[in-house]
T-cell receptor, first 117, second 114 residues
């Protein structure tokens, strides 16, 4: 079974600074998807960024980028130029590539990100 | 385009009762997944429905069940409620299941069991 571990329960960053959230995972599959989701206090889960394991290039979405290390099974999220609106709970998630497991997501425990002005 | 909607948004029940939660996916989406979010266990997958068929089921007791209708709307039912069932229940919809399709989450239903 796949597992996802987020070892940082809480992180703080100063506005306009850069912060990195860590995530490691365990799987025996060679192809899969990894995600970072943001859950603000409103509780609406929002997709931040996606990485396909078969792509070596790290995904980027504006101020958000990932450092995907497949051999190390590590998938960290870097937020540049942090903004107050980035304050939220961030979840790392895993999805199998094949159709057998459908859209099932395995989530990490989450990291609360606080942004200080 | 309307997003994923969940009703009701808040619910208070007592132990032993049963509850039904509803999820309406984005138009054109045929897959609906359900998740339970609690402070202690985090986000856990309950089940997924696609074209009215359960595709996947998480590790939850049989008190948790679901179904999907021909219009892709889905309901989940929890019978004989326990205090530990208090949680935020999230549903997510997607076009399909065989390859990557982005999942869109609803706002959740907050269930409190007294």
């Amino acid at each position: 079974a796949q597992t996802v571990t987020q070892s940082q329960p809480e992180m703080s960053v100063q506005e306009a600074e850069t912060v990195t959230l860590s995530c490691t995972y365990d799987t025996s599959e060679s192809d899969y998807y990894l995600f970072w989701y943001k859950q603000p206090p409103s509780r609406q889960m929002i997709l931040v960024i996606r990485q396909e394991a078969y792509k070596q290039q790290n995904a980027t979405e504006n101020r958000f980028s990932v450092n995907f290390q497949k051999a190390a099974k590590s998938f960290s999220l870097k937020i540049s130029d942090s903004q107050l609106g980035d304050a939220a709970m961030y979840f790392c998630a895993y999805r199998s590539f094949g159709g057998e497991y459908g859209n099932k997501l395995v989530f990490g425990a989450g990291t609360i990100l606080r942004v200080k002005s | 385009k309307a997003g994923v909607t969940q009703t009701p948004r808040y619910l208070i029940k007592t132990r032993g009762q049963q509850v039904t939660l509803s999820c309406s996916p984005i138009s054109g989406h045929r897959s609906v997944s359900w998740y339970q979010q609690t402070p202690g266990q985090g986000l856990q997958f309950l089940f997924e429905y696609f074209s009215e068929t359960q595709r996947n089921k998480g590790n939850f007791p049989g008190r948790f069940s679901g179904r999907q209708f021909s219009n892709s709307r889905s309901e989940m039912n929890v019978s004989t409620l326990e205090l530990g069932d208090s949680a935020l229940y999230l549903c997510a919809s997607s076009r399909g299941t065989s390859s990557y399709n982005e999942q869109f989450f609803g706002p959740g239903t907050r269930l409190t069991v007294l």
